[in-house]
């Protein structure tokens, strides 16, 4: 793949359209795993009101857009949701990205020979930047809360960026006057979840435009890795869309096709008509091509379904459920997208399960 072409590719990709497999897996290069004493992994259950929350962004999207998706009102995002289920709005942070920094993914091109021979790390020119944002953030919500261990979300790419962060399960090397300790993971995330997050790399591993940074994430920290330290992993992805590239096929019979076709699916698809694009079916069909190398699956408008799931996770399927704030490949906002007010409830309590989340009033324990 020469610059020019790679560079067209990733500005060509709209801020509101999250291709979530553009999106890498970053990570610092960890220690060798360390012996740990795992007789008290079990510990008691956190008051939800106590428990720092960090949001991982995904690929395009900005901080803002969990806090005031699309310039909507505060109450219609996913942080107000949270709040009204009882986590504390002080202890709710967002990795701070700017949807400007995506472009910094072009760095990726002076990864010399790896990015050439598709075998990027996660920690590379590409996706570091986001990796040390995120264990900034983590630390800071840790460190300002009483040392609590952290409830860790991450949408879309931010999925993979949090398990790359996690690494093998040392989190930093602590040098100190009695010489170096390894804090482990463990000590500073209690549950992982991802939403709408690309756990596989495609069938044929040589399309994969990570160029190798999925493949290495993968094959370093492999499914969930850290459950027996104590760390919870919960899986969410949607089936919505199915992916058509009929050309000749009729808006109606599209729709056939398409699981739980919404009103805000229909007005994305009347969009896609007029620039061209057929339906919400034959966008999913590109970008699933692009995820998993077959367009002809379901998933939830951008991530196939089977490649939201991860080994060893609790998993969850939502029906009609899509992938991100908008539609993919517009501005149209959607009430259908994994921290929606009426969907958040039909994931949460699980997640609240495997983090040993005490919830009181909000959900029974």
């Not at 610092?28 to 962004?57: E, F, G, H, M, Y």
């Not at 199915?242 to 599209?254: A, I, L």
């Not at 906002?333 to 958040?344: F, H, L, Q």
């Amino acid at each position: 793949m020469t610059i020019i072409p790679f560079l067209v590719l990733l500005l060509s990709i709209s801020p509101s359209y999250h291709y979530a497999f553009t999106a890498s897996f970053s990570n610092s290069i960890w220690a060798p795993l360390s012996p740990r004493d795992t007789s008290s992994l079990k510990a008691s259950k956190t008051a939800i009101q106590q428990t720092p929350v960090v949001i991982c962004p995904g690929f395009g999207n900005d901080s803002i857009d969990y806090l005031s998706p699309l310039k909507q009102p505060r109450s219609t995002s996913f942080i107000a949701a949270l709040e009204r289920r009882g986590f504390n709005s002080s202890l709710i942070y967002t990795v701070p990205i700017n949807r400007i920094d995506w472009i910094r993914v072009a760095l990726g091109l002076f990864d010399i020979p790896r990015f050439y021979t598709g075998n990027a790390l996660p920690t590379g020119f590409g996706y570091g930047w986001y990796i040390e944002r995120l264990k900034e953030t983590v630390n800071r919500a840790y460190e300002e809360n009483g040392c609590t261990k952290v409830l860790l979300v991450g949408h879309s790419a931010g999925g993979w960026l949090a398990r790359a962060a996690m690494g093998d399960g040392v989190w930093t090397n602590d040098d100190n006057e009695e010489g170096t300790k390894d804090i482990r993971t463990a000590d500073r995330i209690r549950c992982l979840v991802t939403v709408g997050a690309i756990h596989k790399v495609p069938s044929d591993p040589t399309t994969c435009i990570t160029r190798g940074a999925l493949k290495n994430t993968d094959e370093m920290y492999p499914g969930a890795l850290l459950r027996e330290e104590g760390v919870g992993y919960v899986a969410v992805g949607g089936r919505a869309v199915k992916g058509d590239n009929s050309v000749d096929t009729s808006n109606e019979e599209e729709k056939s096709d398409t699981e739980n076709y919404t009103p805000s699916l229909t007005a994305a698809d009347d969009l896609y008509s007029i620039r061209g694009e057929g339906s919400a079916s034959r966008v999913a069909y590109t970008s699933y091509e692009a995820v998993c190398g077959d367009g002809n699956t379901i998933g939830d408008g951008v991530v196939p379904l089977e490649w939201t799931k991860l080994d060893g996770a609790k998993e969850i399927q939502l029906d009609g459920v899509i992938h991100s704030i908008n539609e993919a490949g517009t501005t149209l906002p959607t009430d259908k997208w994994y921290g929606s007010e009426n969907v958040i409830d039909k994931w949460l309590p699980t997640v609240l399960d495997e983090a040993r989340i005490d919830a009181n009033d909000y959900y029974s324990s």
